[in-house]
């Protein structure tokens, strides 16, 4: 059964680095996703991804983050400088076109020092 | 996004029993999603909602959407050690945003 995939699976970083998040969707899937879970918290939307733009973001998704999809393949989740509060499970999920169901990655583990 | 209320918070039970949970939202939903998640892991999808008054089967679970489209339930039916985890729902109003609740804790023992 298709995947979602991320890498890495754990990052460790300084405050004030750039990270960059990768996420390889589900190979038909049309539209992209990242969301965060702070350790023991709920879900969050950050941002969704649609045809080469963004369609939705969150008052999260600041000026500080950007997504690309580079080459058609990966799906990637940049912050710029990072901060102690980005410390966070970050999660990729995909979702095909003309349904609503959503797929989730394994997610990354960010933590930033 | 919409907040979401999701209960019970958390549930520990003994392996056979019955669950249910479930949320209710202030505002109207298009679509309700219900997740688990596992220590360390990404949720995992176990049953879409689309139509006010849907009720869907999953094996052991069955989930509703409410007629009112502000709220839905899920059951999980003879639980085993394995339902173990955090179940979270998730709805869609406007956009394909996920808003998620704050999840529902189930411990199962044997």
């Known amino acids: 059964e298709p995947e979602v995939t991320q890498t890495p699976s754990h990052q460790v970083t300084q405050m004030g680095q750039e990270v960059i998040l990768r996420c390889v969707p589900i190979s038909n899937h049309l539209y992209f996703y990242w969301y965060r879970q702070i350790l023991g918290q709920k879900v969050e939307f950050l941002v969704s991804f649609y045809n080469n733009e963004i369609s939705e973001k969150s008052e999260i998704f600041d000026d500080q983050f950007s997504v690309e999809r580079p080459d058609g393949s990966n799906f990637t989740l940049k912050i710029r400088s990072t901060k102690l509060e980005d410390s966070a499970m970050y999660f990729c999920?995909?979702?095909?076109?003309?349904?609503?169901?959503?797929?989730f990655g394994p997610g990354t583990r960010l933590t930033v020092t | 996004g919409q907040q979401l209320n999701q209960s019970p918070q958390s549930m520990f039970i003994q392996e056979g029993e019955d669950v249910s949970m479930n949320c209710t939202s202030s505002?109207?939903?298009?679509?309700w999603l219900w997740y688990k998640q596992d220590p360390g892991e990404g949720p995992v999808l176990l049953i879409a909602?689309?139509?006010?008054?849907e009720l869907t089967s999953n094996g052991r679970l069955t989930a509703q959407f409410g007629i009112t489209r502000k709220d839905s339930f899920l059951n999980i039916s003879a639980s085993i050690p394995s339902d173990v985890g955090i179940y979270f729902c998730?709805?869609?109003?406007?956009?394909?945003?996920?808003?998620f609740g704050k999840g529902t804790s189930l411990l199962v023992t044997p």
């Open positions: 998730a709805g869609q109003d406007s956009g394909y945003a996920l808003n």
């Open positions: 505002s109207i939903f298009n679509t």
């Open positions: 909602l689309y139509k006010a008054g």
């Open positions: 999920a995909t979702q095909g076109f003309g349904v609503y169901e959503q797929y």
